[in-house]
């Protein structure tokens, strides 16, 4: 079985801060581990993804997050936070059996105070 | 950019009554999937499809029919619609170029409402 964990399911920050969005997840392999965003209103958006290799990816709007083996997670970061960038966010899985089957966390709400 | 519709985008169901949500993506994908969302949780996926005339089980299939007729077009059925299936529908789709390959393009959503 597989699952993944969005411990915060608000955070709030102050523009220009930094913020970090916590992913923790569970699977017998090495996972393939997304993040997506919500705005208000909208669909998911695709962020960015690891696969292998680098244990730091960048995706787009400035989002970056590391993928640590030892502790299972994979964190979300961006620094400085935007107002722009109070959404809901998703960690996602997708387990190395294949079928591109995703397993998503509960989300996290960020709100980026102006 | 890819480009997956929904129809309708919102709904007003009554217990018991049948309600079929639809989706087309013009992306030439060959997967498609069905999540839904429910307040506190993430998106749960309900069924996919990787070729016409083809659906699988997700990991909360029950109460829900799929029906892939075509690449393009992919749809969630509720034969019997129930209290508990109020939620928020999304429908995806990508492609397959292997496993943890392919990014997911989601649609607007469906808000479906049962009283």
């Known amino acids: 079985a597989q699952s993944v964990d969005q411990p915060d399911a608000h955070v709030t920050l102050s523009e220009g801060a930094s913020l970090e969005l916590r992913c923790s997840y569970s699977?017998?392999?090495?996972?393939?581990l997304f993040w997506y965003v919500q705005y208000p209103g909208q669909s998911l958006q695709f962020l960015l993804k690891?696969?292998?290799?680098?244990?730091v990816v960048k995706g787009t709007k400035g989002f970056e997050a590391e993928f640590r083996k030892s502790n299972s997670s994979f964190n979300l970061k961006k620094s400085p936070a935007h107002w722009s960038d109070s959404a809901k966010y998703f960690c996602?899985?997708?387990?190395?059996?294949?079928?591109?089957?995703?397993?998503f966390g509960q989300g996290t709400v960020l709100s980026v105070i102006p | 950019e890819a480009a997956v519709t929904q129809s309708p985008r919102s709904k007003v169901a009554v217990t018991g009554g049948k309600v079929t949500l639809s989706c087309h993506q013009t992306?030439?994908?060959?997967?498609m999937y069905w999540y839904r969302q429910d307040t506190g949780h993430g998106l749960r996926l309900i069924h996919y499809?990787?070729?016409?005339?083809?659906?699988e089980k997700g990991d909360i299939p029950d109460g829900y029919k799929a029906s892939r007729p075509s690449q393009e077009n992919f749809s969630l059925i509720l034969e019997l619609a129930s209290l508990s299936q109020t939620a928020v529908y999304f429908c995806?789709?990508?492609?397959?170029?292997?496993?943890?390959?392919?990014?997911?393009?989601f649609g607007p959503g469906t808000r479906l409402l049962v009283l």
């Open positions: 699977y017998s392999a090495a996972p393939y």
């Open positions: 996602a899985l997708e387990g190395t059996g294949g079928n591109n089957k995703l397993t």
């Open positions: 499809s990787y070729v016409a005339d083809s659906t």
């Open positions: 690891y696969i292998t290799g680098d244990t």
């Open positions: 995806a789709s990508s492609d397959w170029g292997g496993a943890g390959q392919d990014t997911q393009y």
């Open positions: 992306n030439n994908h060959d997967y």
